[in-house]
Every structure is written in C-alpha cells, then in structure tokens.
C-alpha cells in the first residue's frame, strides 16, 4: 500500500500564495492528487494529475488559480495555490488511486493525514 505524508499548509493572507507537497512512500503508476475538507462538509476534490505527466484535472472552484505537478522518480505531488482566498481555508489531503476512481469512487483512495490551510482576509 502507498502511504502519503503531507506538508507545506499554514497560514496564509487572502490573495497569498501557499505550496503544498505530498511524499509518497513508494513510486508509482496510479494517479495522485488533492482533496480538501472543512468540517460539517463533505471531501471536495481539488486536482489530480496522473503518473507521467497527466492527464490533470481541476476542481471548477480552483481552476486557474492552483497548478498541480509530480515528480514520478521523487514519487512527489505538489499544489501551487495563489490567490487564495478565505473560503480555501481547510484540511487538505494527499489522495493516490486509479485515474479512473481517484476523483469519482475517492472512498477507495489512499490518503495522506492532512495539512492544514488557513487563508486570513
């Protein structure tokens, strides 16, 4: 099983830029990606980009605003946030699976712990 181990959350103000980056325990050839969560909410996608390039795809909240990219040989996924806003505040989660299921079916993913993001107006 993959594990995943996020970090680069804090705290941000809104219009501010975070990075964040998940290590995976392993390389891979599954699709691994970005999920968040406040509490009383469910789980939202954010971005996903499958092994050796892509395919990427976007939540509609985020899109052109986060950049998405891996390293396959680090076995690392990173999520440039920029124009953050308050409404992005929430814990976001490492998430690995088959591009066919990771977004659609995430209840079968592998999960990191979380980082936490705070965006401050």
């Known amino acids: 099983q993959v594990q995943l181990v996020e970090s680069g959350g804090g705290l941000a103000r809104a219009g501010g830029s975070l990075r964040l980056s998940c290590a995976a325990s392993?390389?891979?050839?599954?699709?691994m990606g970005w999920f968040r969560q406040v509490p009383g909410k469910e789980r939202e996608f954010v971005a996903v980009?499958?092994?050796?390039?892509?395919?990427?795809y976007y939540g509609d909240f985020v899109k052109g605003r986060f950049t998405i990219s891996r390293d396959d040989f680090k076995a690392t996924v990173d999520l440039q946030m920029t124009r953050l806003k308050p409404e992005d505040s929430a814990v976001y989660y490492c998430?690995?699976?088959?591009?066919?299921?990771?977004?659609?079916?995430?209840?079968?993913?592998?999960w990191g712990q979380g980082t936490r993001v705070t965006v401050s107006s």
């Open positions: 980009i499958d092994w050796d390039g892509g395919p990427i």
């Open positions: 998430a690995a699976g088959p591009v066919q299921s990771i977004i659609l079916d995430p209840t079968r993913n592998y």
């Open positions: 392993e390389r891979n050839r599954i699709a």
